[in-house]
Protein backbone atom coordinates (compact mmCIF):
# COMPACT_ATOMS: atom_id res chain seq x y z
CA UNK A 1 0.00 0.00 0.00
CA UNK A 2 1.19 3.41 -0.67
CA UNK A 3 0.76 6.66 1.61
CA UNK A 4 -0.02 9.36 -0.71
CA UNK A 5 1.30 12.53 0.45
CA UNK A 6 1.28 14.18 -3.23
CA UNK A 7 -1.06 13.87 -5.48
CA UNK A 8 -0.43 10.86 -7.69
CA UNK A 9 -0.14 10.13 -11.55
CA UNK A 10 -3.18 8.49 -12.33
CA UNK A 11 -3.91 6.80 -15.57
CA UNK A 12 -7.57 5.96 -16.87
CA UNK A 13 -7.22 3.59 -19.73
CA UNK A 14 -10.50 3.39 -21.08
CA UNK A 15 -12.78 6.53 -21.60
CA UNK A 16 -16.31 5.29 -21.72
CA UNK A 17 -18.82 5.88 -18.41
CA UNK A 18 -17.03 3.62 -16.37
CA UNK A 19 -13.49 5.08 -16.99
CA UNK A 20 -15.02 8.60 -16.57
CA UNK A 21 -16.61 8.10 -13.46
CA UNK A 22 -13.23 6.62 -12.11
CA UNK A 23 -11.50 9.34 -13.11
CA UNK A 24 -14.34 11.84 -11.69
CA UNK A 25 -13.48 10.67 -8.00
CA UNK A 26 -10.42 10.16 -8.16
CA UNK A 27 -9.91 13.20 -9.50
CA UNK A 28 -11.83 14.11 -6.15
CA UNK A 29 -9.01 12.46 -3.96
CA UNK A 30 -6.51 14.68 -5.57
CA UNK A 31 -4.45 12.92 -7.73
CA UNK A 32 -3.88 13.87 -11.36
CA UNK A 33 -5.78 11.65 -13.50
CA UNK A 34 -5.18 11.36 -17.39
CA UNK A 35 -8.10 9.49 -19.32
CA UNK A 36 -6.90 7.97 -22.28
CA UNK A 37 -9.92 6.95 -25.02
CA UNK A 38 -8.62 4.65 -28.55
CA UNK A 39 -11.97 6.24 -29.96
CA UNK A 40 -13.04 9.64 -31.81
CA UNK A 41 -15.33 10.23 -28.76
CA UNK A 42 -15.43 9.53 -24.83
CA UNK A 43 -18.10 7.81 -23.56
CA UNK A 44 -17.62 4.56 -25.25
CA UNK A 45 -21.40 3.23 -25.96
CA UNK A 46 -23.47 5.63 -23.94
CA UNK A 47 -24.52 8.45 -26.33
CA UNK A 48 -27.08 9.83 -28.67
CA UNK A 49 -26.88 12.32 -31.77
CA UNK A 50 -29.31 15.54 -32.21
CA UNK A 51 -31.01 15.16 -35.79
CA UNK A 52 -33.45 18.57 -35.59
CA UNK A 53 -36.37 17.53 -34.20
CA UNK A 54 -35.57 13.39 -33.97
CA UNK A 55 -33.08 12.22 -31.02
CA UNK A 56 -31.36 9.30 -31.93
CA UNK A 57 -29.56 6.91 -28.98
CA UNK A 58 -26.31 5.83 -29.87
CA UNK A 59 -26.36 3.17 -27.27
CA UNK A 60 -28.37 2.97 -24.01
CA UNK A 61 -31.94 4.32 -24.19
CA UNK A 62 -32.56 4.82 -20.37
CA UNK A 63 -31.33 4.78 -17.24
CA UNK A 64 -32.96 2.75 -14.07
CA UNK A 65 -32.49 4.51 -10.55
CA UNK A 66 -31.82 1.33 -9.57
CA UNK A 67 -30.68 2.44 -6.01
CA UNK A 68 -30.17 5.55 -3.90
CA UNK A 69 -26.38 5.40 -5.29
CA UNK A 70 -28.05 6.34 -8.85
CA UNK A 71 -29.86 9.21 -7.56
CA UNK A 72 -26.95 10.54 -6.00
CA UNK A 73 -24.88 10.13 -8.81
CA UNK A 74 -27.09 12.06 -10.59
CA UNK A 75 -27.07 15.01 -8.42
CA UNK A 76 -23.85 15.08 -7.94
CA UNK A 77 -22.79 15.28 -11.58
CA UNK A 78 -25.25 18.21 -11.81
CA UNK A 79 -27.41 16.58 -14.20
CA UNK A 80 -30.62 16.33 -11.75
CA UNK A 81 -32.16 19.74 -13.42
CA UNK A 82 -32.29 17.77 -16.20
CA UNK A 83 -33.69 14.32 -15.12
CA UNK A 84 -36.62 13.10 -17.43
CA UNK A 85 -38.91 10.75 -15.50
CA UNK A 86 -40.12 8.02 -18.32
CA UNK A 87 -43.63 9.02 -19.17
CA UNK A 88 -46.73 7.33 -17.55
CA UNK A 89 -47.73 6.18 -21.15
CA UNK A 90 -44.43 4.26 -21.24
CA UNK A 91 -45.76 1.64 -18.31
CA UNK A 92 -46.92 -1.16 -20.65
CA UNK A 93 -44.49 -3.59 -21.95
CA UNK A 94 -45.76 -5.64 -24.83
CA UNK A 95 -44.69 -9.57 -25.62
CA UNK A 96 -45.31 -10.94 -29.01
CA UNK A 97 -47.72 -14.47 -28.64
CA UNK A 98 -49.21 -15.80 -31.50
CA UNK A 99 -47.73 -12.73 -33.95
CA UNK A 100 -49.34 -10.25 -31.94
CA UNK A 101 -48.07 -7.88 -29.42
CA UNK A 102 -49.76 -8.38 -25.58
CA UNK A 103 -49.17 -6.49 -22.47
CA UNK A 104 -47.77 -8.38 -19.61
CA UNK A 105 -49.96 -8.02 -17.05
CA UNK A 106 -49.05 -5.44 -14.26
CA UNK A 107 -50.87 -6.86 -11.27
CA UNK A 108 -52.06 -10.45 -9.63
CA UNK A 109 -55.58 -9.88 -11.19
CA UNK A 110 -54.22 -9.03 -14.42
CA UNK A 111 -52.05 -12.13 -14.59
CA UNK A 112 -54.37 -14.14 -13.95
CA UNK A 113 -56.28 -13.13 -16.68
CA UNK A 114 -53.42 -12.68 -19.06
CA UNK A 115 -53.45 -15.02 -22.53
CA UNK A 116 -49.28 -14.38 -22.66
CA UNK A 117 -49.16 -17.96 -20.12
CA UNK A 118 -51.71 -21.27 -20.12
CA UNK A 119 -53.63 -22.16 -16.83
CA UNK A 120 -50.97 -24.51 -16.15
CA UNK A 121 -47.58 -22.28 -16.42
CA UNK A 122 -49.77 -20.13 -14.19
CA UNK A 123 -50.50 -22.97 -11.54
CA UNK A 124 -46.57 -23.90 -12.04
CA UNK A 125 -45.61 -20.28 -10.94
CA UNK A 126 -47.20 -20.24 -8.09
CA UNK A 127 -46.10 -23.54 -6.94
CA UNK A 128 -42.66 -22.73 -7.49
CA UNK A 129 -41.66 -22.30 -3.82
CA UNK A 130 -42.24 -26.30 -3.57
CA UNK A 131 -39.21 -26.77 -5.61
CA UNK A 132 -35.46 -27.55 -4.07
CA UNK A 133 -32.61 -25.23 -4.15
CA UNK A 134 -29.81 -26.01 -6.55
CA UNK A 135 -26.52 -27.28 -4.90
CA UNK A 136 -24.20 -24.54 -3.90
CA UNK A 137 -21.76 -24.88 -6.28
CA UNK A 138 -23.57 -25.74 -9.68
CA UNK A 139 -22.95 -23.03 -12.28
CA UNK A 140 -26.33 -23.66 -14.47
CA UNK A 141 -27.44 -21.36 -17.74
CA UNK A 142 -30.20 -19.47 -17.25
CA UNK A 143 -32.64 -21.76 -19.48
CA UNK A 144 -32.09 -24.52 -17.16
CA UNK A 145 -32.18 -22.85 -13.88
CA UNK A 146 -35.90 -21.48 -14.92
CA UNK A 147 -36.86 -24.60 -16.52
CA UNK A 148 -36.26 -26.03 -13.41
CA UNK A 149 -38.18 -23.10 -11.32
CA UNK A 150 -40.45 -22.18 -13.35
CA UNK A 151 -41.15 -24.41 -16.41
CA UNK A 152 -40.47 -24.10 -20.35
CA UNK A 153 -43.52 -21.50 -21.06
CA UNK A 154 -42.12 -18.98 -18.93
CA UNK A 155 -38.52 -19.64 -20.62
CA UNK A 156 -40.08 -19.35 -23.92
CA UNK A 157 -42.53 -16.04 -23.54
CA UNK A 158 -40.61 -14.26 -20.19
CA UNK A 159 -37.35 -15.35 -19.77
CA UNK A 160 -36.12 -15.45 -23.09
CA UNK A 161 -37.34 -12.01 -24.82
CA UNK A 162 -36.24 -9.95 -21.51
CA UNK A 163 -32.53 -12.25 -21.90
CA UNK A 164 -32.90 -10.75 -26.15
CA UNK A 165 -33.68 -6.75 -24.47
CA UNK A 166 -31.06 -6.92 -21.64
CA UNK A 167 -28.01 -9.39 -23.15
CA UNK A 168 -29.02 -9.16 -26.77
CA UNK A 169 -28.46 -13.00 -25.56
CA UNK A 170 -29.22 -16.65 -25.50
CA UNK A 171 -30.66 -18.29 -21.98
CA UNK A 172 -29.34 -21.47 -23.03
CA UNK A 173 -26.04 -19.76 -23.15
CA UNK A 174 -25.79 -17.39 -20.06
CA UNK A 175 -24.88 -18.68 -16.26
CA UNK A 176 -27.84 -17.75 -13.95
CA UNK A 177 -24.78 -17.10 -11.14
CA UNK A 178 -22.92 -14.59 -13.13
CA UNK A 179 -25.54 -13.09 -15.69
CA UNK A 180 -27.99 -12.59 -13.04
CA UNK A 181 -26.66 -12.92 -9.65
CA UNK A 182 -29.79 -10.99 -8.12
CA UNK A 183 -32.54 -13.91 -9.34
CA UNK A 184 -29.43 -16.57 -8.48
CA UNK A 185 -29.40 -15.09 -4.66
CA UNK A 186 -33.14 -15.49 -4.21
CA UNK A 187 -33.30 -19.22 -4.51
CA UNK A 188 -29.66 -19.28 -2.63
CA UNK A 189 -30.72 -16.93 0.18
CA UNK A 190 -34.44 -17.62 0.20
CA UNK A 191 -35.11 -21.04 -1.72
CA UNK A 192 -37.64 -19.33 -3.91
CA UNK A 193 -38.30 -16.75 -6.23
CA UNK A 194 -41.57 -15.44 -5.26
CA UNK A 195 -40.86 -16.08 -1.58
CA UNK A 196 -37.89 -14.39 -1.79
CA UNK A 197 -39.01 -11.15 -3.83
CA UNK A 198 -42.07 -10.84 -1.54
CA UNK A 199 -38.96 -10.72 1.31
CA UNK A 200 -36.86 -8.28 -0.32
CA UNK A 201 -39.65 -5.65 -0.95
CA UNK A 202 -38.88 -1.97 0.25
CA UNK A 203 -40.58 -0.71 2.44
CA UNK A 204 -38.36 2.43 2.75
CA UNK A 205 -39.58 4.86 0.39
CA UNK A 206 -36.30 4.45 -1.20
CA UNK A 207 -36.08 4.79 -5.72
CA UNK A 208 -38.84 2.23 -6.99
CA UNK A 209 -36.70 1.85 -10.05
CA UNK A 210 -38.12 4.70 -11.80
CA UNK A 211 -37.07 4.74 -15.37
CA UNK A 212 -34.85 8.32 -16.71
CA UNK A 213 -32.99 9.65 -19.43
CA UNK A 214 -31.86 13.91 -20.39
CA UNK A 215 -33.08 15.89 -22.82
CA UNK A 216 -29.95 15.37 -25.23
CA UNK A 217 -30.27 11.67 -24.52
CA UNK A 218 -27.73 9.61 -21.80
CA UNK A 219 -25.03 11.30 -23.55
CA UNK A 220 -25.27 14.35 -21.17
CA UNK A 221 -24.04 11.83 -18.76
CA UNK A 222 -20.09 11.39 -20.49
CA UNK A 223 -20.19 15.23 -21.52
CA UNK A 224 -20.89 16.16 -17.78
CA UNK A 225 -18.23 13.57 -16.09
CA UNK A 226 -16.11 15.45 -18.81
CA UNK A 227 -16.66 18.68 -17.83
CA UNK A 228 -15.78 17.82 -14.43
CA UNK A 229 -12.54 16.78 -15.22
CA UNK A 230 -9.42 19.16 -14.61
CA UNK A 231 -6.91 17.56 -17.63
CA UNK A 232 -9.18 16.67 -20.97
CA UNK A 233 -9.56 13.33 -22.09
CA UNK A 234 -6.92 12.59 -24.62
CA UNK A 235 -8.61 10.73 -27.89
CA UNK A 236 -7.18 8.63 -30.58
CA UNK A 237 -4.76 7.90 -27.96
CA UNK A 238 -4.35 3.48 -27.55
CA UNK A 239 -2.54 1.83 -24.78
CA UNK A 240 -0.59 -0.90 -26.13
CA UNK A 241 1.74 -2.10 -23.19
CA UNK A 242 2.30 -1.56 -19.84
CA UNK A 243 6.37 -1.99 -18.15
CA UNK A 244 7.15 -1.68 -14.57
CA UNK A 245 10.00 0.84 -13.94
CA UNK A 246 10.96 0.99 -10.48
CA UNK A 247 7.73 2.73 -8.51
CA UNK A 248 5.98 3.81 -11.41
CA UNK A 249 4.16 2.44 -14.67
CA UNK A 250 5.32 3.07 -18.07
CA UNK A 251 2.75 3.23 -20.70
CA UNK A 252 3.57 2.50 -24.33
CA UNK A 253 0.94 4.55 -26.58
CA UNK A 254 -0.06 4.97 -30.52
CA UNK A 255 -1.17 8.49 -30.73
CA UNK A 256 -2.60 9.93 -33.68
CA UNK A 257 -0.42 8.03 -36.02
CA UNK A 258 2.65 8.04 -33.72
CA UNK A 259 3.88 6.27 -30.87
CA UNK A 260 5.30 7.07 -27.32
CA UNK A 261 5.50 6.70 -23.30
CA UNK A 262 3.84 8.14 -20.68
CA UNK A 263 5.28 7.42 -17.25
CA UNK A 264 2.22 7.03 -14.19
CA UNK A 265 2.20 5.97 -10.45
CA UNK A 266 -1.05 3.81 -10.78
CA UNK A 267 -3.07 2.78 -13.92
CA UNK A 268 -6.78 2.14 -13.96
CA UNK A 269 -7.79 -0.50 -17.01
CA UNK A 270 -11.38 0.35 -17.83
CA UNK A 271 -11.90 -1.68 -21.01
CA UNK A 272 -14.16 -3.83 -23.29
CA UNK A 273 -12.82 -7.66 -22.68
CA UNK A 274 -11.21 -7.11 -26.21
CA UNK A 275 -9.18 -4.44 -25.31
CA UNK A 276 -7.85 -5.50 -22.02
CA UNK A 277 -6.94 -8.80 -23.86
CA UNK A 278 -4.71 -7.15 -26.51
CA UNK A 279 -2.39 -5.22 -23.50
CA UNK A 280 0.86 -6.46 -23.28
CA UNK A 281 2.70 -6.71 -19.62
CA UNK A 282 5.89 -7.50 -21.31
CA UNK A 283 7.52 -7.73 -17.53
CA UNK A 284 4.83 -10.43 -16.51
CA UNK A 285 5.19 -14.31 -16.57
CA UNK A 286 3.81 -16.21 -19.45
CA UNK A 287 -0.21 -16.47 -19.22
CA UNK A 288 -0.28 -13.57 -16.09
CA UNK A 289 -1.68 -11.31 -18.71
CA UNK A 290 -5.53 -10.34 -19.62
CA UNK A 291 -5.78 -12.81 -22.98
CA UNK A 292 -8.23 -14.94 -21.83
CA UNK A 293 -10.88 -12.28 -21.69
CA UNK A 294 -10.52 -12.25 -25.85
CA UNK A 295 -12.55 -15.51 -25.59
CA UNK A 296 -15.57 -14.21 -23.85
CA UNK A 297 -18.42 -14.11 -26.52
CA UNK A 298 -19.75 -10.67 -27.61
CA UNK A 299 -22.85 -10.45 -30.39
CA UNK A 300 -23.47 -8.31 -32.99
CA UNK A 301 -26.41 -5.97 -32.55
CA UNK A 302 -27.42 -3.31 -34.90
CA UNK A 303 -30.39 -0.45 -33.47
CA UNK A 304 -32.18 1.12 -36.24
CA UNK A 305 -34.21 3.90 -35.65
CA UNK A 306 -36.72 5.06 -37.52
CA UNK A 307 -39.37 7.94 -37.31
CA UNK A 308 -42.69 7.69 -38.83
CA UNK A 309 -46.08 9.84 -39.39
CA UNK A 310 -48.29 9.48 -36.49
CA UNK A 311 -50.74 7.92 -38.84
CA UNK A 312 -49.13 5.38 -40.17
CA UNK A 313 -48.54 3.52 -37.13
CA UNK A 314 -51.95 2.30 -36.10
CA UNK A 315 -50.51 1.07 -32.74
CA UNK A 316 -51.34 3.24 -29.45
CA UNK A 317 -47.53 2.72 -29.01
CA UNK A 318 -48.44 3.05 -25.12
CA UNK A 319 -45.86 1.50 -23.33
CA UNK A 320 -42.22 1.09 -23.41
CA UNK A 321 -41.73 -1.45 -26.08
CA UNK A 322 -42.04 -4.41 -27.58
CA UNK A 323 -40.20 -7.86 -27.35
CA UNK A 324 -40.14 -11.07 -29.35
CA UNK A 325 -39.64 -14.58 -27.85
CA UNK A 326 -37.56 -16.52 -30.39
CA UNK A 327 -40.31 -19.03 -30.46
CA UNK A 328 -42.47 -16.35 -32.08
CA UNK A 329 -39.98 -16.37 -35.12
CA UNK A 330 -39.50 -12.90 -35.71
CA UNK A 331 -36.10 -11.39 -37.23
CA UNK A 332 -36.14 -8.50 -34.27
CA UNK A 333 -35.32 -9.26 -31.10
CA UNK A 334 -37.56 -5.41 -30.05
CA UNK A 335 -38.40 -2.63 -30.54
CA UNK A 336 -38.54 0.29 -27.74
CA UNK A 337 -41.07 3.44 -28.20
CA UNK A 338 -38.87 6.12 -27.90
CA UNK A 339 -41.07 9.15 -28.30
CA UNK A 340 -43.80 7.70 -25.74
CA UNK A 341 -40.46 7.58 -23.18
CA UNK A 342 -39.87 10.97 -23.10
CA UNK A 343 -40.13 14.22 -25.21
CA UNK A 344 -38.08 15.55 -27.57
CA UNK A 345 -37.52 12.17 -29.41
CA UNK A 346 -39.81 13.04 -32.53
CA UNK A 347 -41.15 16.14 -34.18
CA UNK A 348 -45.03 17.00 -33.53
CA UNK A 349 -47.25 14.85 -35.41
CA UNK A 350 -44.31 12.05 -35.81
CA UNK A 351 -43.27 9.15 -33.59
CA UNK A 352 -39.76 7.20 -32.94
CA UNK A 353 -38.58 3.48 -32.86
CA UNK A 354 -35.65 1.93 -32.30
CA UNK A 355 -35.48 -1.43 -33.13
CA UNK A 356 -32.61 -3.98 -32.37
CA UNK A 357 -31.40 -6.96 -34.53
CA UNK A 358 -29.21 -9.86 -34.20
CA UNK A 359 -27.58 -10.62 -31.11
CA UNK A 360 -26.43 -14.23 -30.32
CA UNK A 361 -30.23 -15.60 -31.74
CA UNK A 362 -29.23 -14.54 -35.34
CA UNK A 363 -26.16 -13.06 -35.88
CA UNK A 364 -26.22 -13.12 -39.26
CA UNK A 365 -28.93 -10.82 -39.42
CA UNK A 366 -26.57 -8.15 -38.02
CA UNK A 367 -24.24 -8.43 -40.87
CA UNK A 368 -26.83 -7.28 -43.40
CA UNK A 369 -26.17 -3.74 -45.13
CA UNK A 370 -28.28 -0.92 -44.49
CA UNK A 371 -30.84 -1.26 -47.20
CA UNK A 372 -31.38 -4.67 -46.14
CA UNK A 373 -31.59 -4.50 -42.62
CA UNK A 374 -34.02 -0.80 -43.47
CA UNK A 375 -35.73 -3.46 -45.03
CA UNK A 376 -36.65 -5.83 -42.46
CA UNK A 377 -37.34 -3.72 -39.84
CA UNK A 378 -39.68 -1.82 -42.03
CA UNK A 379 -41.00 -5.56 -42.79
CA UNK A 380 -41.09 -6.06 -38.77
CA UNK A 381 -42.73 -3.54 -37.38
CA UNK A 382 -45.56 -3.55 -40.08
CA UNK A 383 -46.29 -7.50 -39.06
CA UNK A 384 -46.20 -6.49 -35.14
CA UNK A 385 -47.09 -2.54 -35.14
CA UNK A 386 -49.11 -2.25 -38.42
CA UNK A 387 -46.23 0.32 -39.39
CA UNK A 388 -46.77 1.57 -43.02
CA UNK A 389 -45.62 4.06 -45.05
CA UNK A 390 -42.27 5.12 -45.66
CA UNK A 391 -40.33 6.46 -42.79
CA UNK A 392 -39.61 9.61 -42.09
CA UNK A 393 -36.22 8.92 -41.01
CA UNK A 394 -33.87 6.05 -40.48
CA UNK A 395 -30.33 5.97 -38.78
CA UNK A 396 -28.90 2.69 -38.52
CA UNK A 397 -26.44 2.34 -35.54
CA UNK A 398 -24.06 -0.95 -35.21
CA UNK A 399 -21.98 -2.35 -32.27
CA UNK A 400 -19.53 -5.49 -33.84
CA UNK A 401 -19.01 -6.68 -30.30
CA UNK A 402 -21.93 -5.12 -28.34
CA UNK A 403 -22.78 -6.89 -24.99
CA UNK A 404 -20.15 -9.76 -22.92
CA UNK A 405 -22.22 -12.86 -22.51
CA UNK A 406 -21.81 -13.96 -18.66
CA UNK A 407 -21.76 -17.74 -20.00
CA UNK A 408 -21.28 -20.98 -17.31
CA UNK A 409 -17.49 -20.15 -16.08
CA UNK A 410 -17.17 -16.95 -16.41
CA UNK A 411 -15.55 -17.26 -13.22
CA UNK A 412 -12.53 -18.09 -15.33
CA UNK A 413 -12.11 -14.59 -16.38
CA UNK A 414 -12.90 -12.97 -13.07
CA UNK A 415 -9.90 -15.39 -11.89
CA UNK A 416 -7.66 -13.94 -14.50
CA UNK A 417 -8.25 -10.38 -14.06
CA UNK A 418 -7.44 -10.93 -10.17
CA UNK A 419 -4.51 -12.46 -10.65
CA UNK A 420 -3.26 -9.50 -13.00
CA UNK A 421 -3.77 -7.13 -10.24
CA UNK A 422 -2.33 -9.07 -7.80
CA UNK A 423 0.88 -9.65 -10.06
CA UNK A 424 0.96 -6.12 -11.40
CA UNK A 425 0.86 -3.81 -8.12
CA UNK A 426 -0.77 -0.60 -9.28
CA UNK A 427 -3.01 -1.58 -12.05
CA UNK A 428 -6.68 -1.50 -11.33
CA UNK A 429 -9.13 -3.50 -13.55
CA UNK A 430 -13.44 -2.77 -14.02
CA UNK A 431 -15.61 -2.29 -16.70
CA UNK A 432 -18.51 -4.58 -18.22
CA UNK A 433 -16.96 -7.83 -18.46
CA UNK A 434 -15.98 -7.89 -14.24
CA UNK A 435 -18.71 -5.74 -12.95
CA UNK A 436 -22.19 -6.30 -14.69
CA UNK A 437 -23.07 -5.34 -18.02
CA UNK A 438 -25.99 -2.41 -17.22
CA UNK A 439 -25.04 1.44 -17.42
CA UNK A 440 -25.87 1.49 -13.74
CA UNK A 441 -23.17 -1.38 -13.02
CA UNK A 442 -20.60 0.53 -14.98
CA UNK A 443 -21.66 4.18 -13.37
CA UNK A 444 -21.19 1.66 -10.08
CA UNK A 445 -17.95 0.00 -11.40
CA UNK A 446 -16.34 3.30 -11.51
CA UNK A 447 -16.76 4.19 -8.05
CA UNK A 448 -15.56 0.72 -6.83
CA UNK A 449 -12.05 1.31 -8.79
CA UNK A 450 -11.68 4.66 -7.19
CA UNK A 451 -12.67 3.13 -3.45
CA UNK A 452 -9.57 0.82 -4.83
CA UNK A 453 -7.44 3.53 -5.64
CA UNK A 454 -7.82 5.00 -2.33
CA UNK A 455 -7.33 2.02 0.07
CA UNK A 456 -4.46 1.37 -2.10
CA UNK A 457 -2.76 4.74 -1.45
CA UNK A 458 -4.03 4.81 1.88
CA UNK A 459 -6.06 7.93 1.88
Not at 123 to 151: M, N
Not at 254 to 279: I, K, W
Not at 422 to 447: E, K, M, Q, T, W
Request: hydrophobic residues 45%; charged residues 20%.
Amino acid sequence: MLTSRKPLRVAIVGGGVTGLTAAWQIQRLGHRVTVLEAGTRAGGVVGAQRLGAWLQELGPNSLLESSPEIAAFVDDVGLAPRRLYAAPAAKQRYLVRGGRPVALPTSPGAFLRTPLFSAGAKLRLLLEPLWRRAPADADETLADFVRRRLGREFLDYAINPFVAGVYAGDPERLSVRHAFPRLHALERDHGSLLLGALRRRNPSGGPKGRIFSFPEGLGEIPRALQARLVDPVLLRTRVTALRRTGATWRLALEQRGTTGEAEFDLVVCALPADALAALDFPDLAPGAGLRLLAEIPHPSVVSVFTGHRREDVPHPLDGFGLLVPAVEGGRILGTLFSSTLFPGRAPEGHVALTTFVGGTRQPELAALDDAALTALVREELGRYLGVGGTPAIVRVQRWPRAIPQYAPGHQRFLTAIAQLEAAAPGVFVGGNCRDGISLPNCIAAGYRLAATVRRHTGD
